[in-house]
């Protein structure tokens, strides 16, 4: 089960260590949507992206004698988040991560100390091989998101920003597995109960919204999108209790509404965000909710992009 | 003459029309120059730069009877600001440009409702042009920086910053024709007297400490380099009294240099800044004035660049 409690728990763990992100707004953008928009940027977070959150609360919460050797599988920001919150235990830490991560996230686990084993991101099982790795070094793993410490670090991101802003009418959380949003989702129930929480993933990695039609988790084939951090098979089984349960709904946004919204964020916010960071964003943009009117508030969950990536999305689109 | 008590007055006017600008801090810049860095980042100001503080205050001190037609020259940042501030004062507005300024930069004048003049940057003599718009349409020249009221808005930036961090070591001011240097002076002698405040401008466009070496204004050739707001040929008279007063003197940077500093925001801190805005904190990376140890403030001053330029810049070089 994941209690607000637990929010409170991480909150109190990550002070001093994670950001306190700002919360963006823009005139152009509520022009646009005719709508109050907040943007809770944690593309400023330390490491990068929100992943941070869960991650060092995670580690944080492990008694130190189960803190020998930590262990994860991540598309790249989860890794670092890890690498990071492991380094800052002074704990070994191992990454496993495809072979076709963007090399900024490979370089960033390394530079927090951080082992990487590779694996193929089509015939391989990420969650076998670090169970494996952790095996072979007598460690822990710490997953991405189907985990309640995990789950419970990203609900701070909702938990700040309804601090910031007070009720809202709708919240747009980034969903890739899950963690976010049944974070959010749960931060909301606490402190801003008639608020809508809607998950919003990439139209070719509609797992979770498969999930939500379907009534129980539904894999799907392996995504092929820009936004390499939403791109799951499956959303997680503790994940998608929570979320089943307390989310409105989920929406999808095409890969060149992502570019879009990233386009958006840079001319205007002056803020660099990763694909899989923007697809909030995107979705008011788009327009696939209908928030005229209204209070929202929406995620922006990562800034890690490669130069040359974010330069050829900027200028030729997805 | 600027005094403070000018700057405080300019402060009381731009109170709920500009953005008090968020200090940035990183751990990465911190631990590569081994100095606490603050960095006021005015590419979240409203219109996308610090011109908009110079501007409206300039503007909004003008009697009413005075305010019938508002026109200035610019190489862009400072046009969208004097169009924008014309705008909020409903008075018609001209700005004089080169022909070859950005296109966002032009976009952004007609967006905010301005006339665009346009000269040649190479033949033309822009302040001419601009005196002879003010004549046939009577109306009033808000010159970019040689202008107490440009150069006290200007000094709201230095006096934010100051604010918030407290008493500094260093300054470190973007510098073209030197009204936000002689602002930050102004407030940096006020605030927190044994601040050295410097000036950075493009090593092509040295006109600023080539004046400071003669102890009187001097003009070169017009300047190439990438950062297109400061290409000046020469500091302004006033600009000038007050800095070859008060700054602590000129360093100059490189457009490599530049770049690399435009990158270590996009890679590091996550937000867009536009070459005229970056040479503070490129010459904080460079190491131009030796602050390790101490408590620098650096200046970003603008974020408004076109996608393909910062694409082509960030991927390609200067």
Same mark, same amino acid.
């Given at each position: 089960?994941?209690?607000y =409690?637990?929010?409170?728990?991480?909150?109190?763990?990550?002070?001093?260590?994670?950001?306190?992100?700002?919360?963006?707004?823009s005139?152009?953008?509520?022009?646009i949507t /005719?709508?109050?928009? !907040?943007?809770?940027?944690e593309?400023?977070?330390?490491?990068?992206?929100?992943? *941070?959150r869960?991650? !060092?609360?995670?580690?944080?919460?492990l008694?130190?004698?189960?803190?020998?050797h930590?262990?994860? !599988?991540?598309?790249?920001?989860?890794?670092?988040?890890?690498?990071?919150?492991?380094a800052?235990?002074?704990?070994?830490?191992?990454?496993?991560?495809?072979s076709?991560?963007?090399?900024?996230?490979?370089?960033?686990?390394?530079?927090?100390?951080?082992?990487?084993?590779? !694996?193929?991101?089509? =015939?391989?099982?990420?969650?076998?091989?670090?169970?494996?790795?952790a095996?072979?070094?007598g460690?822990? =793993?710490?997953?991405?998101?189907?985990?309640?410490?995990?789950?419970?670090?990203?609900?701070?991101?909702?938990?700040?920003?309804?601090?910031?802003t007070?009720?809202?009418?709708?919240?747009?959380?980034?969903? /890739?597995?899950?963690?976010?949003?049944?974070?959010?989702?749960?931060?909301?129930?606490?402190?801003?109960?008639?608020?809508?929480?809607? /998950?919003?993933?990439?139209?070719?990695?509609?797992d979770?919204?498969?999930?939500?039609?379907?009534?129980?988790?539904?894999? +799907?084939?392996?995504?092929? =999108?820009?936004?390499d951090?939403?791109?799951?098979?499956?959303?997680?089984?503790?994940?998608?209790?929570?979320?089943?349960? *307390?989310?409105?709904?989920?929406?999808?946004?095409?890969?060149?509404?992502?570019?879009?919204?990233?386009?958006?964020?840079?001319?205007?916010?002056?803020?660099?965000?990763?694909?899989?960071?923007?697809?909030? *964003?995107?979705?008011?943009?788009?327009?696939? +909710?209908?928030?005229?009117?209204?209070?929202?508030?929406?995620?922006?969950?990562?800034?890690?992009v490669?130069?040359?990536?974010?330069?050829?999305? *900027?200028?030729?689109?997805?």
């Amino acid at each position: 089960m994941l209690d607000y =409690t637990d929010i409170e728990a991480a909150a109190e763990r990550l002070l001093g260590v994670a950001h306190r992100t700002p919360v963006l707004t823009s005139q152009s953008l509520d022009a646009i949507t /005719g709508a109050s928009v !907040y943007l809770k940027a944690e593309n400023f977070q330390k490491t990068g992206s929100f992943k *941070l959150r869960g991650a !060092y609360n995670t580690v944080a919460s492990l008694a130190p004698e189960e803190r020998t050797h930590i262990v994860t !599988y991540s598309s790249g920001n989860h890794g670092q988040a890890v690498a990071f919150s492991a380094a800052q235990h002074n704990t070994p830490c191992t990454v496993v991560m495809p072979s076709d991560a963007p090399s900024v996230k490979k370089a960033a686990v390394r530079g927090y100390g951080g082992f990487i084993v590779e !694996y193929d991101r089509i =015939t391989g099982d990420r969650a076998a091989v670090a169970e494996q790795v952790a095996d072979d070094v007598g460690g822990v =793993t710490v997953p991405p998101f189907d985990h309640w410490q995990v789950m419970a670090g990203q609900g701070t991101v909702g938990a700040e920003l309804l601090e910031d802003t007070g009720p809202l009418d709708a919240l747009l959380v980034c969903t /890739g597995g899950g963690g976010l949003l049944a974070g959010c989702t749960t931060a909301a129930a606490h402190l801003s109960a008639d608020t809508a929480v809607w /998950g919003v993933e990439p139209e070719a990695g509609d797992d979770t919204q498969q999930s939500f039609a379907a009534g129980k988790v539904v894999a +799907i084939d392996q995504p092929v =999108t820009i936004a390499d951090g939403q791109a799951m098979r499956a959303p997680g089984k503790l994940t998608f209790s929570v979320n089943s349960r *307390l989310a409105a709904g989920i929406v999808t946004v095409t890969d060149n509404e992502i570019v879009e919204a990233m386009r958006f964020a840079f001319d205007r916010l002056r803020v660099v965000v990763e694909p899989s960071g923007a697809c909030a *964003l995107a979705a008011v943009l788009a327009r696939k +909710i209908d928030v005229a009117g209204q209070r929202v508030g929406v995620t922006i969950t990562g800034g890690n992009v490669d130069r040359a990536r974010f330069a050829s999305l *900027l200028v030729d689109g997805a």
